[in-house]
């Protein structure tokens, strides 16, 4: 089990203390700074553990929820499942990993969608849906790898808004609109050929990849 750095603790600590002020106050820094408080610390560690204030704080929190279900799908064990299965799985096990604060998620989705938040936005998302895939143990080195995450990009979204209005047991009414999604992303073969004509005008995907890693990585 991978031991998480200092930094990494202190931005733990101060989002599991903050979280519940969000169902609250949004995603702001006084949500931040009342929950570094009442965990101890001080408003100087908010700045220390998020420069970028709340928009590093929303970057990483969606990022441990991806890595925790990255976890999650592995400990499942994914051998034996077809790879819709396997797509499913994830999208399922990553929507659980922030179900305890899903007034936490819908806050999220409000702050990414104001001007300038954009490109995070654009950023978390591929980054759920690249996780999904490469746990998966997808290996696409062609136009499939930007057609994969394309297509589940969308699944991944259209699932997450029914399952924030979803109130059936367990939420088994998303499960099964998540199921009526694959199955008709699975009937796309025409998309995809369209989208192809356009393949030679993006980078090479192991570049791409390699590359995009890297920069998440960096500014973690």
Do not use: Q
Request: aromatic share 10%; glycine share 6%.
């Amino acid at each position: 089990m991978t031991t998480a750095s200092p930094m990494d603790a202190l931005r733990d600590r101060i989002l599991d203390a903050s979280l519940p002020n969000v169902l609250f106050d949004g995603w702001t820094r006084r949500s931040l700074t009342d929950g570094a408080r009442s965990a101890g610390l001080v408003a100087a560690d908010v700045d220390i553990a998020f420069p970028a204030g709340v928009r590093d704080a929303v970057a990483y929190w969606l990022a441990r929820a991806d890595a925790r279900m990255a976890a999650d799908m592995e400990a499942h064990g994914l051998e034996g499942l077809k790879i819709r299965e396997k797509v499913a799985l994830g999208v399922r096990l990553r929507l659980e990993a922030v179900e305890p604060h899903k007034e936490a998620v819908r806050r999220a989705l409000s702050f990414l969608a104001l001007p300038g938040n954009t490109g995070l936005a654009a950023r978390s998302l591929f980054s759920t849906v690249d996780t999904i895939w490469w746990t998966c143990g997808d290996k696409s080195t062609d136009f499939n790898y930007y057609t994969k995450r394309g297509l589940l990009a969308a699944v991944f979204s259209s699932t997450l808004l029914y399952w924030l209005d979803d109130s059936s047991e367990d939420h088994a009414e998303t499960w099964a609109f998540l199921d009526r999604r694959i199955a008709d992303v699975m009937k796309v073969p025409k998309v995809t050929a369209r989208l192809k004509s356009i393949g030679a005008y993006l980078p090479n995907p192991r570049r791409f990849s390699r590359a995009w890693r890297a920069a998440r990585g960096s500014s973690a």
